[in-house]
DNA sequence: AAATTAAATTAGATTAGCCTAATTTTACTT
DNA sequence: AAGTAAAATTAGGCTAATCTAATTTAATTT
């Protein structure tokens, strides 16, 4: 129906609209599109034209409610291969996302809804990242960023906000999963600093980049 | 690597080279691709230039080794897939063909085998079409066609030669599915429409169009 | 061997998605 | 309000993969 492209740029401006507020701007998608801005320019022209977007000369692009439908399906269709890659095939969680970037675009209704009932029906992706439901309702998560929490306070980690591989290793590595116990045991004045205690037990301390890549519930 | 165009003309020139011959025509790949003979031509062109085939102009094409590799991977990848859907989501075997010719292009030499562990290794896809390993050698099949069998022979069904939904279809209604005993009782000769025996109790009658499309061992 | 038919190639266009260079529009400073 | 900087668009081109119409090459028939 659709093709790659198009459903990536669907799922881009869907994000940038997510985190940035309405109206998305050509350089910030060329940007993550990693194309130059008179691509995005031609691109959201031929989008307009196909009802997906609203886009008005040099005010910027919002997604139609189609627009919007498809660019959560294909998020859809993201996470529950990433599921599927880490639960069944035995992938680390950061070895999925390049794969899953090619599988979201083989989707049928009837094949995302088959493999999300062979999964059974995940709420999260390896990630943490909430899966859409089959009417494309995404739950509004109320994650904050671990650098958030004063000393004292704990939650359980549920997300990462950085999904690079490096982060994701480094988060291994440091023996912090998703589901883990996290408590803010002290916070270094000098250079934001977090002692972490996870799990009731093991104390790390991390960077205030680190406690900005981890949310907590 | 490659674009799904050329993964699905390297397939098309393999099957074709299978059934038909070292040299590929022009037009035989043009009718199988379901493009137009100039389409091709200026294709095979390309393809050469990447030492995919080797290209005589008007004396049609044939795979290189490379070519050959691709080709049987993406064969291997396919077959795979369909066993994932039929097996694991529960589709039937009419019905994951396209699907699995659009999956067969997302793959790397590791999710293939990984997928390949995660359904037991399996020998021949839900159309018993034998699964390449992962050297890209693919067994030599003895099956025949039921139609050359003689009165009061029999045989195992171990695969199609006609893979359209309309005929798997017609099996499933008829009760034959791929490991049935099959004994051909008697053969009409006005109009070559078999009476068979499947599974020692049943008996049918078949035309010999029907008998064209299954194969036994 | 010549004529006819069939197969394949060349020529010239089109569309999606990208590019660079030039220009225009909008935003920010002084 | 004018001047400058940043963002976006236009203009013109490129490649992969397709098409139709015209031409050439190969195969078949007389
Ligand atoms: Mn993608
Ligand atoms: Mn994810
Ligand atoms: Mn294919
Ligand atoms: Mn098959």
């Known amino acids: 129906m659709?093709?790659?492209?198009e459903e990536n740029y669907l799922k881009a401006i869907y994000k940038?609209?997510?985190?940035n507020g309405e109206v998305v701007a050509t350089s910030a998608l060329a940007q993550v599109m990693e194309v130059h801005a008179p691509s995005?320019?031609?691109m959201l022209k031929r989008m307009a034209g196909k009802k997906l977007v609203t886009y008005q000369k040099s005010k910027g692009v919002k997604l139609t409610e189609r627009g919007r439908q498809v660019a959560v399906g294909i998020i859809r269709n993201h996470r529950l291969w990433e599921v599927f890659l880490v639960d069944k095939l035995g992938y680390k969680w950061d070895e999925v996302h390049d794969?899953?970037?090619q599988l979201e675009h083989i989707h049928t209704e009837d094949l995302t809804n088959k493999l999300d009932k062979f999964l059974g029906f995940p709420k999260a992706d390896p990630h943490g990242d909430p899966?859409?439901?089959a009417n494309g309702v995404l739950p509004k998560s109320k994650a904050v960023l671990l650098s958030t929490l004063k000393v004292?306070?704990?939650g359980m980690f549920t997300g990462v906000t950085d999904h690079t591989p490096a982060f994701l290793n480094y988060l291994d590595k440091a023996g912090i999963s998703l589901g883990n116990n996290i408590k803010v045991k002290a916070i270094e004045?000098?250079?934001q600093t977090y002692t972490l205690q996870i799990k009731s037990n093991k104390e790390i301390i991390i960077s205030n980049k680190?406690?900005?890549?981890?949310?907590?519930?």
Chains 1, 2 share one sequence.
């Not at 680190?210 to 519930?217: F, H, M, Y």
């Open 189 to 191: 004045e000098f250079d």
């Open 16 to 19: 940038l609209q997510e985190t």
């Open 99 to 101: 794969l899953a970037e």
């Open 2 to 5: 659709h093709s790659f492209t």
């Open 131 to 133: 899966i859409p439901d």
């Open 40 to 42: 995005v320019t031609d």
């Open 152 to 154: 004292g306070e704990e």
């Open 210 to 217: 680190v406690a900005n890549g981890i949310l907590v519930n």
